[in-house]
């Protein structure tokens, strides 16, 4: 079955500074990547996705890239503010999988931001 | 609107005893997912519905698990004979269509201790 890998398991930056987050697939047939923050005591939330037909997606301080010959993706916080502290999933969706909107998700990123 | 709620936020309870958690999602959606949160990790798949399909139980660990959802709204969780090893954050999701890339909208999740 498919396998998401991320790295690193925790990141601390320097407020202002940038912040990359990167995840491998397993499953070349995989073809939804979601990015979801969770805040500390609350349930992931959607911050962005890209779909496999597409090579970038911005969304104001947010990015995400996916590279599919290599089968991987990543997310890219620019000008880092204190309210972006916390864990980060990447995740990743595919026809292959037994149902069809099961999301396999990346071990999380403990985002740090230092005032 | 209201979002997805989880009943209680917290529970203790004793190893051996069953325990039951509830999911409300939100009105409408017809895609419903429960996850299993360990500390520190990422999110396991447990469990997912779609409207009156017959669920996807793939990722329940053992039998000891079991879910239902009634009248195709509300679900509940249910641990039976519970170990120490099901202490988790136990998270509810759900999804307008269940289909690929339909964005999947996380209550706050049921923290379970078990002693």
């Known amino acids: 079955g498919e396998n998401v890998e991320q790295h690193p398991s925790t990141l601390s930056v320097q407020e202002g500074d940038s912040a990359v987050i990167k995840c491998t697939y397993s499953d070349s047939a995989s073809n939804y990547f979601p990015w979801y923050k969770q805040e500390l005591g609350k349930g992931p939330q959607l911050i962005i996705d890209?779909?496999?037909?597409?090579g970038e997606k911005k969304d104001q301080r947010i990015a995400v890239t996916l590279n599919k010959t290599a089968k991987h993706f990543s997310l890219h916080i620019t000008e880092t503010q204190p309210e972006d502290s916390a864990v980060y999933f990447c995740?990743?969706?595919?026809?292959?999988?037994?149902?069809?909107?099961?999301?396999?998700f990346g071990s999380g990123t403990r985002l740090s931001i230092r005032p | 609107g209201a979002g997805v709620s989880q009943s209680p936020s917290n529970k203790v309870t004793e190893k051996g005893k069953d325990v039951e958690l509830r999911c409300d999602p939100i009105s409408g959606h017809t895609a419903l997912y429960w996850y299993r949160q360990s500390l520190g990790q990422g999110l396991e798949f447990l469990i997912y519905f779609q409207g009156n399909s017959a669920p996807d139980k793939s990722g329940l660990p053992s039998d000891r698990f079991s879910a239902e959802r009634t009248g195709g709204s509300v679900s509940t969780l249910t641990i039976q004979r519970t170990q120490q090893e099901d202490s988790a954050v136990y998270l509810c999701?759900?999804?307008?269509?269940?289909?690929?890339?339909?964005?999947?909208?996380f209550g706050p999740g049921t923290r379970l201790t078990v002693l």
């Open positions: 995740a990743a969706s595919g026809p292959g999988y037994s149902s069809a909107s099961k999301i396999i």
């Open positions: 999701a759900s999804s307008y269509t269940g289909q690929r890339g339909d964005t999947q909208y």
């Open positions: 890209i779909r496999s037909n597409v």
